[in-house]
């Protein structure tokens, strides 16, 4: 196989997946320490994706999971204290999708999502993704799929579910969600597309709700198309996210970062609509950005995305990773 059909395959695998392009939850204030990533196979062999590290200028780069043949890990999230990792691992064919973690060398590895009796599959039972610690540790928000997707609270096992309360359908289906610093408030993107009725049809944008379910609120305008896993920065005074204009895939997509009352839009980048942008995350000195892009990668012209890092202003972008694989969905962790 080509390596163009290669690169293809692999990006409806991740789409198959993790859903809409995705940027990384919450970050808490700390000191740089690992980037956590997910790697998409294309040799090597890396199976169909699985949940790296590495520090900030590539070096020390170590794979943490391995996933069982026809599953996939994604979406890692730093346990505020830096000793673990969250993740999802989902079934590759587009099934569901349960909550894991790690330590962060890939030891202890725990399902923390209940199990699926036998016979059954979701919706009958979990299918939960995007997880994300609170800033002390002791919680995490996710999204539980239901007859639609509901954001979700629990403990650090994921103990005690619920639903955080005062989203109606109207707000759409939310998908991506992360932390204020101070644990108080939530930032989740949503898109109207589960048949609720929401409007505008196919619309995205980010809401923001204290975290006992209160004043919830849209923080973007439609046309901005507003999505992606958002990311608050460690100082509470900017949200991270991406803008679809109107196309999927990564493609056409810069990052963005507005004020949580909704002032102060910032674009951060200005990719080429020819290559993509899949999501990234602040470092815990807020003082920069990881994401991922086909914009300097070792082969862009075959559009598979590595892992970047740029000031918070936007400037100064340079390579983390140079793989032939598929790297994208990078969470920065704090040193411990």
Sequence with gaps: MSSRRTALAIAMLVVAITGPAALAGATAPAKNGRIAFTRFGL??????????????????????????????????????????????????????????????????????????PTGQAPPACADDRSPVYSPDGRHIAFIRMRARPVLMLADATLGRARPVAGLASSRGSPYGVAWSPNGRQLVFASVNDDGSGAKPIGGRALYVVAANGSRVRRLTPWALQAGGRPDWSPDGRRILFHSYSNRLGGFGVNLFTVRPDGAGLRELTHIQASDRVLGGSYSPDGTSIVFSTTALATDPAVTVPDIVVMRADGTDVRPVTRSANWDTSPDWGPRR
């Design 43 to 116: 040799g090597n062999g890396v199976r169909a994706s699985e949940i790296f590290v590495a520090n900030a200028d590539g070096t020390g780069e170590q794979r943490i999971t391995q996933a069982p043949s026809g599953y996939g890990d994604d979406l890692p999230d730093w346990s505020p204290d830096g000793s673990r990792i969250v993740f999802q691992r989902c079934a590759a064919s587009g099934g569901g999708c349960l909550v894991w973690s790690a330590n962060r060398d890939g030891a202890a590895l725990k399902r923390l999502s209940p199990g699926c």
